[in-house]
């Protein structure tokens, strides 16, 4: 018995939850996360925090890093020079509500070869989520890059002015299977994927609003490279490339349904594709599916777009209009609505 009380106190002990908190007990971020031990939950306080030019390395398997008062107010500044935040192999910690950006410096400074915000190391699968992540730059993956067999979930983020010069301004995914889900690709730019690139990998890409990005060569929105990607109701609108400028599909069997493809430059590119990457139950403006596999071409009739307000008008012809099968179905169990604003994960403004 009394063996048997020693060994369920240490147990206790080994499970333990301590919260640090930043800038109460530790000074930065950096300090917090070099004295925290799997399991704990940092916490930081509303403030400005500078990080090292090396960035912040998370080696912990189970780490939380939490905002206090959300992304707006805990902003997180670095130099560029390498990846702000590094999750290691076989992390799973979660990184919660940060403003991740760069201090305005040197515009010749060298910058990352992937993940000029976050890299997720390969076999690592962290959370990152309601985090705005703005004005990175790296070779691949200007905001987030997701190494091979990783398998980051990435939320209700937004994503937006960071650049790659070869692909993925916004998330470069390589032989990996992120959750890409409910977030806001705005103004990222790369010669390959402007918002998003898909290489190879199986990522789920759902309830996004994918808006002005830019590719100087192909996928200005999302570029599925060899890829089986599944891009399902999301809103892809103003995005620009030589090919395919909402979305561009080559060879693999990515798969697309109930997305809004309206207004880019142009809307859907497939080179070498197989029949199970025609796009379904889609509102695509080239109308170059028209009237097959339930895609449709009319005005999705956005509330304001000048301003950044992609819902849908009352009367907009996709609502109820995706796919039929009930697994599509919107919370309230109705008929698929197209775009970000429709399907069991449906975005909410």
Sequence with gaps: MVVYLVLLSCHRVSTQQNKLFVPDEFSSLEEAVKNAASGDIIIVRPGRYSVSSQGIRITQKKLMILSALGAKETILTGTGDSPMISFDKECQAVLDGFTLTVSESDPNRSFPLQGGGIYCAPYSSPTIVNNFIVNFKAQFGGGIYCAFSSSPKILKNTIADNQASVCGGGICSFHASPTILKNRLIRNTAHFGGGIVCDADSSLIQNNIIVENKALHSGGGCSCLDSSAVLINNTLSRNSALF????????????????????????????????????????????????????????????????GDYRLKPQSPCRHAGDTQKMYNNPDGSRNTIGAQGGPDALTF
């Excluded at 142009?266 to 097959?292: E, Q, T």
């Design 244 to 307: 395919g400028g909402g979305i561009l599909g080559s060879s693999g069997e990515f798969q697309s349904a109930n997305n809004i493809l309206w207004n880019n430059q142009d809307d859907f590119c497939l080179i070498n594709f197989k029949m199970v990457s025609r796009p379904r139950f889609s509102n695509i403006m080239d109308a170059d599916y028209l009237g097959i596999n339930g895609n449709i071409s009319q005005d999705p009739l956005f509330i304001d777009p000048n301003r």
